[in-house]
């Protein structure tokens, strides 16, 4: 094969993934623009995302605009992310529940956009316009999952699931919301899926994921590759206190840093995976392109569980700018034969 394959990647990153989907949304403007008849995701072969990303890849794939995705962080994130003190209050004999967030308001929430693009019918993985793959950790058999659509021959249960379950079960972050358990029947079968939590946990930066799929499972070669990497910003970690048990509060809650350390420290080491693959491969002539847009936080990051208005106002601004000095770019390389 010598077609070009357009592969997009969405990290995971709780709230703000209002980061890549700022920068898709000023994309997706500057696309219409020059074809007003062409959808975003009709530009790429293969969306990936993990998460957050999961919800933007599902949706994307749905053909729900970008700038629809943009507001539905901004309306949503105290619906998602309500206030943490809320959740320890005493009720009944337990004063702490066993995740700091319900993920019911997020099911619902996804549930609600998700059908409306679908003509008021909760679509599955079948009903997506493009091919999609969602990292998720199957929590009944210790696993790790990568829920796709019907691309392969191989592929004969996933198309089955309900899109908002598979997002959920992609974003449902360890500490932040319980494991989420779903069973589903629809015109293709029916199933149950139990534990599913956050695809974060082994590929919350999903790159390889794209580059194994395309090359193992669809065909094409290397050189084949064009890979847009989103990030959602990275975050400097500065560990100041030990690991005791009387620190236990400062590692997993309210903020549940050892988990943010996690996610970060995965995303980073993916970036330096797909170096080392791009010049080892570049040694047989069969470079592949690569595009990673990332914005760095430094130690002023923002919390994945974050809601406030300021700090969605901030997410907005750095999505903003990113969009002004990548845009072009990105145009270029999406216009690339």
């Given at each position: 094969?010598?077609?070009?394959?357009?592969?997009?990647?969405?990290?995971?990153?709780?709230?703000?993934?209002?980061?890549?989907?700022?920068?898709?949304?000023?994309?997706?403007?500057?696309?219409?623009?020059?074809?007003?008849?062409?959808?975003?995701?009709?530009?790429?072969?293969?969306?990936?995302?993990?998460?957050?990303?999961?919800?933007?890849?599902?949706?994307?794939?749905?053909?729900?605009p970008?700038?629809?995705?943009?507001?539905?962080?901004?309306?949503?994130a105290?619906?998602?992310?309500?206030?943490?003190?809320l959740?320890?209050?005493?009720?009944?004999?337990?004063?702490?529940?066993?995740?700091?967030?319900?993920?019911?308001?997020?099911?619902?929430?996804?549930?609600?956009?998700?059908?409306?693009?679908?003509?008021?019918?909760?679509?599955?993985?079948?009903?997506?316009?493009?091919?999609?793959?969602?990292?998720?950790?199957?929590?009944?058999?210790?696993?790790?999952?990568?829920?796709?659509?019907?691309?392969?021959?191989?592929?004969?249960?996933?198309?089955?699931?309900?899109?908002?379950?598979?997002?959920?079960?992609?974003?449902?972050?360890?500490?932040?919301?319980?494991?989420?358990?779903?069973?589903?029947?629809?015109?293709?079968?029916?199933?149950?899926?139990?534990?599913?939590?956050?695809?974060?946990?082994?590929?919350?930066?999903?790159?390889?994921?794209?580059?194994?799929?395309?090359?193992?499972?669809m065909?094409?070669?290397?050189?084949?590759?064009?890979?847009?990497?989103?990030?959602?910003?990275?975050?400097?970690?500065?560990?100041?206190?030990?690991?005791?048990?009387?620190?236990?509060?400062?590692?997993?809650?309210?903020?549940?840093?050892?988990?943010?350390?996690?996610?970060?420290?995965?995303?980073?080491?993916?970036?330096?995976?797909?170096?080392?693959?791009?010049?080892?491969?570049?040694?047989?002539?069969?470079?592949?392109?690569?595009?990673r847009?990332?914005?760095?936080?430094?130690?002023?990051?923002?919390?994945?569980?974050?809601?406030?208005?300021?700090?969605?106002?901030?997410?907005?601004?750095i999505?903003?700018?990113?969009?002004?000095?990548?845009?072009?770019n990105?145009?270029k390389?999406?216009?690339q034969?």
């Amino acid at each position: 094969m010598s077609q070009r394959f357009r592969i997009l990647s969405i990290d995971g990153g709780g709230i703000r993934g209002m980061i890549p989907a700022k920068v898709l949304s000023e994309l997706e403007q500057e696309l219409i623009r020059i074809n007003p008849d062409k959808k975003l995701y009709e530009y790429f072969d293969l969306i990936c995302g993990t998460s957050t990303g999961a919800i933007l890849a599902i949706a994307i794939s749905l053909g729900i605009p970008a700038s629809d995705l943009v507001e539905f962080y901004k309306e949503n994130a105290q619906l998602i992310f309500p206030k943490w003190y809320l959740k320890i209050l005493p009720r009944s004999s337990r004063a702490i529940v066993t995740s700091i967030y319900s993920n019911k308001q997020l099911r619902r929430k996804l549930k609600e956009i998700y059908s409306a693009a679908n003509g008021g019918t909760p679509p599955t993985l079948n009903d997506l316009k493009a091919k999609v793959c969602i990292p998720t950790f199957n929590g009944i058999d210790g696993k790790i999952n990568v829920l796709k659509t019907r691309h392969n021959a191989e592929y004969v249960r996933d198309y089955k699931l309900p899109a908002h379950e598979v997002a959920l079960s992609s974003a449902s972050a360890p500490v932040y919301f319980p494991p989420h358990t779903f069973s589903f029947s629809n015109e293709h079968g029916s199933g149950q899926n139990v534990n599913m939590i956050d695809g974060g946990v082994f590929a919350n930066n999903p790159s390889l994921i794209g580059i194994l799929e395309a090359t193992d499972k669809m065909g094409h070669s290397f050189s084949d590759i064009q890979l847009l990497s989103l990030g959602t910003g990275k975050g400097k970690h500065v560990i100041k206190t030990g690991w005791k048990p009387k620190d236990i509060w400062y590692w997993l809650f309210p903020k549940p840093r050892l988990f943010d350390i996690i996610l970060d420290s995965q995303a980073q080491i993916t970036e330096q995976y797909i170096s080392f693959l791009k010049r080892l491969v570049a040694k047989q002539d069969n470079v592949f392109d690569y595009m990673r847009i990332q914005y760095d936080l430094g130690s002023d990051t923002i919390n994945l569980n974050a809601s406030d208005k300021k700090d969605i106002q901030r997410l907005e601004a750095i999505g903003d700018e990113l969009s002004k000095n990548n845009i072009h770019n990105i145009l270029k390389f999406l216009n690339q034969k």
